[in-house]
Structure formats: structure tokens, C-alpha cells
């Protein structure tokens, strides 16, 4: 794979199309127990601004029997399955991006009411004002769920494991140096008897832990296998596994909906922010934009790239470098940007379907020098 044209195979495009002005506009502001609903009509006028609960019956009784509309609601947790349920009943719905919605978080007149409002007019406006995102299909967010279901094992495990060794170090004591999956009762066998007996249960519960994750990481390889056969393509970069591979697969989920593979790399955030004025051009931060599982997950992938069990490619001869040109946190910053050529990477097979060359670039630079 051709690291440096990674982009010749992009696809183009032409990002969400919205159709002529309806006759109305509905902004919704999304609270857990109810949410406001405000109906502009085709002239800007509220028509009509009530409380509706967020529930599947009482959504259902509103919007069902409306005539076609355009409804404008702020991303959440409920957001997905409402935006879906309105598309079910014919609206054109658009899930407004929380981090462009500073007309509403940073309002000196914060009020669910006025937000519902404000929703409603930018979506009337100009739908672009509010960066919308798109909510992945029922099915694969449930099979997100299990991975996110595995997350939140993982992480309890972590702080357990974590706890048992804080306790043994108190008591003048150490557990065996390996990782949490590796931890059970078996190790407390040398533990004086009254740190043996608080630091059972812990352990038990972190083998307990370990078998749940475990059962999930069956659920995911078999999902990726039967369900989702382009995780096989992505796998063919060392450090991409079945988890990576399917959260990528399931988080972007068309990938159409980028006209550049680059733009995989910034959708997760992992594009440095820009604060450019005149002449200044300060380094700055990434914006950590996007799902930061993924994120996660693919700078994981990049400690793996950069690390000893790492075999040679042009990744991570590319991240070597960058990690050796000695400035402060060198290390660090070759780390995110390895994380972020593997997302665009990862896209670029997905799209093309070519099988991946480890060596690509440095095959075609050695051919003109042995020439």
C-alpha cells in the first residue's frame, strides 16, 4: 500500500443534500424525561411551542400524523434512536453538532424553550450552520454496543486490579508484576494471611472480569467475520485486530461519506488544531474531535506500530523518524501522528479493497538506486 497515494482511490462525495425550504420547521431541544418542541412557519413565525415526553409514544403522536417537515435536534444520547423514529414518519431530519451549537451552550438566555428556537432557525436558514452528523443504522449500533459493552469491562477490571496492588504496597507487599487479564488468587499465595483475605474478593472479580471480556471478544470476532467481511481487509496492518477493525467499520460507517481518506484522520480528532493569525502559526494540541474510543483504540494500534513487536513497515519506519528528531515529546507526537496515518490508512483499504504492502514505498524508492 502506497502510503504517499493513499488518496488516487478516494472516493468523491457529494456530502448530505437537502431538499427545497418545507413549508415548516421544527427545532426539538432533547431533555432525558421531556424535550421542547418549537414549529416555525414557512415565514419564520412560531406557530406552535410545546413539551413533549421523550418517549417512542409521545414523539410518535406529535410527529406521526404531521405533514413533512424539516426538525432540527442537538446530538445526545437519545438523539439516534429520535432521529431515526423521525425519518420513520418522513421529516428531513438534521442532528445539529454539539460543538457548533455555541448560539445555544454559551446563550446568556439559556432556556430550553429559547433552544428549541434557536434550533429551528438555523435549521431553517442554512442546515450547513449546524455541521450536522449522521447516526449510524439500528444494527450496527448494537453491535456497537457490545464493544462498548467490553470498554466499560475492561475499564472496571483496570481499576480493580489497580486497587488490590495499591492495597498490597500499603501493607509493605507486592502482586506479581503482569497484565490484569493475568491476575487471579492464585498470585495472593504468599501475601501474609490478613491481606490474603481483603484481596481475595478483588481478585476473584478481575477472573471474573477477565471471562466476561473474553466472552465479548468472541461476540466481536464472530460479528466480524460473518457480518462485516471488510474488517478483513483492515486487518492486514499489523496492530489491527478484530476490535479495531470493527469499531472502525462500525463507527464510520459508510465510508463514502468521506471524499478523501484524510479526512478519516480528522474526523477522529486527530488533526492538530489551527489558531493561525498573520504571521503566527502556533503547534497546537489535536482537536480530539469525533469518537474517542476509536481514538483510543487506533493510538493503541500506533504504540503497537511503534513498538518492539512491531515488524518493519513504512508506518512505522515513518514514525521512528518522527520520534527521533529529538524535540520535547517527540515520542508522544509520533505516536498520534502514526495513530492518525493508520485511520487514513484503514480507510483507503476499505475503500480500494487493494492488498496492503508493508514495504510499498521503500521497494519503489530502492528500485531507482539499484538502477
Given at each position: 500500500m502506497n502510503?504517499k497515494k493513499?488518496?488516487?482511490?478516494s472516493?468523491d462525495s457529494?456530502g448530505?443534500?437537502?431538499?427545497?425550504?418545507?413549508a415548516?420547521?421544527v427545532?426539538?431541544?432533547?431533555?432525558?424525561?421531556h424535550s421542547?418542541?418549537?414549529?416555525?412557519?414557512?415565514?419564520?413565525?412560531?406557530?406552535?411551542l410545546a413539551?413533549?415526553a421523550?418517549s417512542?409514544?409521545a414523539l410518535?403522536k406529535?410527529f406521526?400524523?404531521?405533514?413533512?417537515?424539516?426538525?432540527?435536534?442537538?446530538?445526545g444520547t437519545h438523539?439516534p434512536?429520535?432521529s431515526?423514529?423521525?425519518e420513520s414518519?418522513g421529516h428531513?431530519?438534521i442532528v445539529?453538532?454539539a460543538?457548533?451549537m455555541?448560539?445555544i451552550s454559551q446563550?446568556?438566555?439559556?432556556?430550553?424553550?429559547?433552544?428549541a428556537?434557536?434550533?429551528?432557525?438555523?435549521?431553517?436558514?442554512?442546515?450547513?450552520?449546524?455541521?450536522?452528523?449522521r447516526?449510524r443504522?439500528?444494527e450496527?449500533?448494537a453491535?456497537?454496543?457490545v464493544?462498548?459493552?467490553?470498554?466499560?469491562l475492561?475499564?472496571?477490571?483496570?481499576k480493580v486490579?489497580?486497587?488490590?496492588r495499591?492495597l498490597a504496597?500499603?501493607a509493605?507487599?507486592?502482586?506479581?508484576h503482569c497484565?490484569?487479564?493475568?491476575?487471579?488468587?492464585?498470585?495472593?499465595?504468599?501475601l501474609?494471611?490478613?491481606?490474603r483475605t481483603?484481596?481475595?474478593p478483588l481478585l476473584?472479580q478481575?477472573?471474573s472480569l477477565?471471562e466476561?471480556?473474553?466472552?465479548?471478544?468472541k461476540?466481536?470476532?464472530e460479528a466480524?467475520?460473518?457480518k462485516?467481511?471488510?474488517?478483513?481487509?483492515l486487518?492486514q496492518v499489523?496492530?489491527?485486530g478484530?476490535?479495531?477493525?470493527l469499531?472502525?467499520?462500525?463507527?464510520?460507517?459508510?465510508?463514502?461519506?468521506?471524499r478523501r481518506?484524510?479526512?478519516?484522520?480528522?474526523?477522529v480528532g486527530l488533526?492538530?488544531r489551527r489558531?493561525?493569525?498573520?504571521q503566527?502559526?502556533p503547534?497546537l494540541?489535536?482537536?480530539?474531535?469525533?469518537?474517542?474510543y476509536?481514538r483510543?483504540?487506533?493510538?493503541q494500534g500506533?504504540h503497537?506500530?511503534l513498538?518492539?513487536?512491531?515488524?518493519?513497515?513504512?508506518?512505522?519506519r515513518w514514525g521512528?523518524?518522527?520520534a527521533?528528531r529529538?524535540?520535547?515529546n517527540a515520542k508522544?507526537?509520533?505516536?498520534?501522528?502514526?495513530?492518525r496515518?493508520?485511520a487514513?490508512?484503514?480507510?483507503?483499504?476499505?475503500?480500494?479493497?487493494?492488498v496492503?504492502?508493508p514495504?510499498r514505498n521503500?521497494?519503489a524508492?530502492?528500485?531507482?538506486?539499484?538502477a
Open positions: 502510503m493513499q488518496n488516487k482511490h472516493i457529494k448530505p443534500q437537502w431538499g427545497p425550504m418545507p415548516r420547521t427545532g426539538v431541544d432533547i431533555g432525558d424525561k421542547w418542541c418549537c414549529t416555525l412557519d414557512e415565514h419564520g413565525e412560531v406557530i406552535n413539551r413533549v421523550t417512542k409514544k410518535g406529535k406521526e400524523t404531521m405533514e413533512p417537515c424539516r426538525i432540527g435536534l442537538e446530538v438523539s434512536w429520535i431515526r423514529l423521525l414518519f428531513e431530519v445539529a453538532n460543538r457548533e455555541k448560539a446563550s446568556s438566555r439559556k432556556d430550553d424553550r429559547v433552544d428556537e434557536t434550533l429551528a432557525r438555523l435549521a431553517r436558514a442554512d442546515p450547513r450552520l449546524l455541521r450536522p452528523i447516526h443504522g439500528e450496527a449500533q453491535d456497537l454496543m464493544i462498548r459493552g467490553r470498554a466499560v475492561v475499564g472496571a477490571r483496570t486490579a489497580n486497587a488490590a495499591g504496597k500499603a509493605g507487599e507486592r502482586l506479581p497484565a490484569a487479564e493475568a491476575l487471579g488468587p492464585e498470585h495472593l499465595a504468599e501474609p494471611t490478613p491481606l481483603a484481596l481475595e476473584k478481575v477472573r477477565t466476561q471480556i473474553r466472552a465479548y471478544d461476540k466481536i470476532a466480524a467475520k460473518s462485516y467481511p471488510e474488517t478483513k481487509l486487518k499489523s496492530g489491527v478484530d476490535l479495531i477493525a469499531t472502525f467499520v462500525l463507527t464510520i460507517d459508510d465510508p463514502k461519506r468521506f481518506s484524510r479526512d478519516a484522520g480528522c474526523y488533526r492538530p489558531s493561525n493569525s498573520g503566527d502559526e503547534e494540541p489535536i482537536t480530539k474531535e469525533g469518537d474517542g476509536l483510543v483504540l487506533l493510538v500506533a503497537y506500530v513498538g518492539w513487536r512491531g515488524p518493519d513497515t513504512d508506518l512505522r521512528l523518524k518522527l527521533e529529538g524535540r520535547k508522544k507526537r509520533a505516536v498520534v501522528a502514526v495513530a496515518k493508520l487514513v490508512l484503514l480507510h483507503q483499504l476499505w475503500v480500494s479493497g487493494e496492503y504492502e514495504l521503500s521497494r524508492k530502492a528500485k531507482p538506486a539499484a
